[in-house]
């Protein structure tokens, strides 16, 4: 499938040509894993705890750093895909704009320390996370939505060889 995923760096140095391939592959696991047939577009931006930290204080009124943001363009069910995604796709395109994402990699680099595992294994899951997101998971309580999104999670890193545990 010919998505398209447009990853840019606030920061020079902040990331590498290495770092921008494996979200991309972690992107394309997650689509074809949940059974979206549609090329997309997705937008990441990469980068540091501060920059993180303005784009949460400007878009949710919460003046911290975190680890990811995910801006979906669409309010869809999750686990229920549409059964066409026609009315989804930009007419000039054809693509799909399923939204945005930023990372810090900062925090990333952090978590993966405190966690015990890679920062290669954190961004590849703050990535299927932002993108479980886009197509309408969330995690607002510890219940059932929470549990089937980390399941998802893990399905997903288990398909690209990034196992791990819950988060």
Known sequence: M???????????G????????????????????????????????????????????AYRKIDSATDVLSFPMFELEPGKLPESWDEYRDPDTRLVPLGDMAISLER??????????SAEREVGYLTVHSILHLLGYDHVDEGPMKKQMRAHEEAILAEIELPGEEK
């Open 2 to 12: 010919n998505n398209r995923i447009s990853i840019t760096s606030e920061f020079p």
């Open 14 to 57: 902040i990331s590498t040509v290495a770092m921008k391939q494996h979200i991309k592959k972690c992107v394309a696991a997650a689509l074809r894993v949940e059974g979206v047939t549609a090329p997309c577009e997705i937008n990441v931006l990469l980068t540091n705890d501060q920059g993180i930290r303005e784009i949460n204080k």
């Open 108 to 117: 990333a680099k952090a978590q993966a320390k405190e966690f015990g595992h």
